[in-house]
Nanobody, 115 residues
Framework: EVQLQASGGGLVQAGGSLRLSCTTS????????ISWFRRAPGKEREFVAR???????DYADSVKGRFSLSRDRAKKTVYLQMNSLKPEDTAVYYC?????????WGQGTLVTVSS
């Protein structure tokens, strides 16, 4: 069974940092891209960042230079390091993998950035 577990959210002041984790199981970690999305209150879900099997990364313009992705293949985990957080980064963050035609989502972790 494919599973993705997002964790690491919390309350942080503007300018602070958090590291989110997406721990996966049930599929070959090295073969698929892992993405992060977020949904802010009252807004549509939006793309945040992605790491593909060869290690290349891609970021939304709104987080470039502040967020960075890394992965631990042994732990089958992707990390989203979030620095210089802004109140507008407040959202529920989800990790995602598309395997074949199916999208799999973690349960989300709440990030709240206070001003």
């Amino acid at each position: 069974e494919v599973q993705l577990q997002a964790s690491g959210g919390g309350l942080v002041q503007a300018g602070g940092s958090l590291r989110l984790s997406c721990t996966t199981s049930g599929f070959t970690f090295d073969d698929y891209a892992i993405s992060w999305f977020r949904r802010a209150p009252g807004k549509e879900r939006e793309f945040v960042a992605r790491i593909i099997p060869n290690g290349a990364t891609d970021y939304a313009d709104s987080v470039k230079g502040r967020f960075s992705l890394s992965r631990d293949r042994a732990k089958k985990t992707v990390y989203l390091q979030m620095n210089s957080l802004k109140p507008e980064d407040t959202a529920v963050y989800y990790c995602n993998a598309y395997i074949g035609a199916n999208g799999f989502w973690g349960q989300g972790t709440l990030v709240t950035v206070s001003s």
